[in-house]
């Protein structure tokens, strides 16, 4: 090795040893940028409006600016209420408060009964559906010994709208379809709250159209009858007031029958019965969609349930709805003109539809307008 890098080593280690020439190190400045860590629990302990004061003093102080603690980037323009969304929720709270608070069955009645055509999630969100099925269900169990019976139809279609929990299935349980199955038509015709739809038409409503609102929650929530001896109870009540009933709504005669075939109901004397009830259907203020709409499904359950072909009275009364609403078939939607064609083939005389056996020229002329 040369001396003079002998030398250098020597002088080298010379001054590391000695203290006096060591070179002072300066103290790294503390940041004033708080860690992650400790954001993460001031984000959990921190009040906002301390945390609203502390960035605002950092802000004021020129100090070196960070993100905030809570960041959340929202497009306005597609998070932007319409009119009416913050009044809906509000309202809605305000209905589940007075419901939590009622002693009284027409009182819980009329405040339940917005429900029934209006659908939870426009007054309700997230968990607080759930919550609010919960307090109307409670309320119903709470008031089941003050004549329920008085208002049973709004009360079950309001239920039947709600998200299905488990208290609401204990409200269907033990309070209302044990109510349903002891109803009569005098019950029906001595309803105290009728749903708002019926409260704002101008025609009567019927025993029978309350019947058939109440099978449709049945079938909505689905707590239909499981026994026999139920099921049979609720069609005599049907029966019984179609037919006492001096008119019948159309609306009303397609519901049941849409609704018997859904639920696998089958009851023929009941069909035989709204068959015989078309010379009574209420055309005021019906339009002919709906009446070949409640017609096609009509005639459609009477070949569904029943494998017998029609009698003569029957085929009179198919033939008279067709020609009821046969102008109208070029109008309708393709399966609402399905279910009209569809119907009156499945009766085994689809000569009906131009009073010929050539039914595939007709079907196609309906099918396939030029």
């Not at 302990?45 to 502390?54: I, K, L, Q, Y």
């Not at 959340?72 to 007075?98: F, H, S, T």
């Not at 049941?256 to 005021?284: F, G």
Request: aromatic content about 6%.
């Amino acid at each position: 090795m040369r001396p003079d890098y002998i030398a250098r080593l020597i002088i080298a280690d010379d001054l590391r040893l000695k203290d006096e020439y060591k070179e002072s190190l300066k103290p790294r400045p503390k940041s004033t940028v708080p860690s992650k860590e400790k954001v993460t629990t001031w984000w959990k302990t921190m009040d906002p409006v301390d945390m609203e004061a502390w960035e605002r003093d950092r802000f004021l102080k020129a100090q070196i600016p960070f993100k905030r603690m809570r960041h959340v980037e929202a497009d306005v323009k597609a998070w932007k209420m319409r009119p009416g969304n913050k009044l809906r929720p509000a309202l809605g709270v305000q209905l589940i408060e007075l419901i939590e608070n009622s002693n009284n069955v027409v009182t819980l009645a009329h405040l339940m009964s917005p429900f029934c055509y209006v659908g939870e999630h426009a007054l309700f969100r997230g968990d607080y559906k759930a919550t609010a099925a919960d307090i109307c269900a409670k309320a119903v169990v709470r008031l089941r010994k003050k004549k329920i019976e008085s208002c049973i139809v709004v009360i079950t279609q309001s239920l039947s709208r709600l998200t299905l929990t488990a208290e609401v299935h204990r409200a269907w349980d033990s309070v209302l379809l044990p109510a349903i199955s002891g109803l009569k038509t005098k019950d029906l015709a001595k309803q105290a709250v009728l749903p708002p739809h019926l409260r704002m038409a101008k025609s009567e409503c019927t025993e029978f159209d309350l019947a058939v609102l109440i099978l449709r929650a049945l079938v909505q929530s689905g707590f239909l009858p499981r026994t026999v001896a139920e099921i049979e109870k609720l069609c005599q009540l049907l029966g019984k007031s179609l037919k006492s009933a001096k008119s019948v709504k159309v609306q009303s005669a397609g519901m049941l029958a849409r609704l018997m075939m859904r639920a696998e109901v089958n009851d023929t004397a009941l069909i035989a019965q709204l068959l015989n009830s078309v010379d009574r259907w209420q055309e005021e203020g019906t339009t002919r969609r709906e009446l070949a709409v409640a017609g096609g499904s009509l005639i459609f359950a009477r070949a569904h349930f029943s494998r017998e072909p029609l009698s003569k009275k029957e085929l009179k009364v198919v033939d008279a709805l067709w020609n009821r609403c046969k102008d109208v078939v070029d109008d309708l939607s393709q399966g609402e003109r399905l279910l009209l064609l569809n119907a009156i083939h499945a009766t085994g005389s689809p000569s009906i539809l131009e009073n010929d056996a050539d039914y595939e020229t007709a079907l196609r002329r309906h099918l396939l307008p030029e």
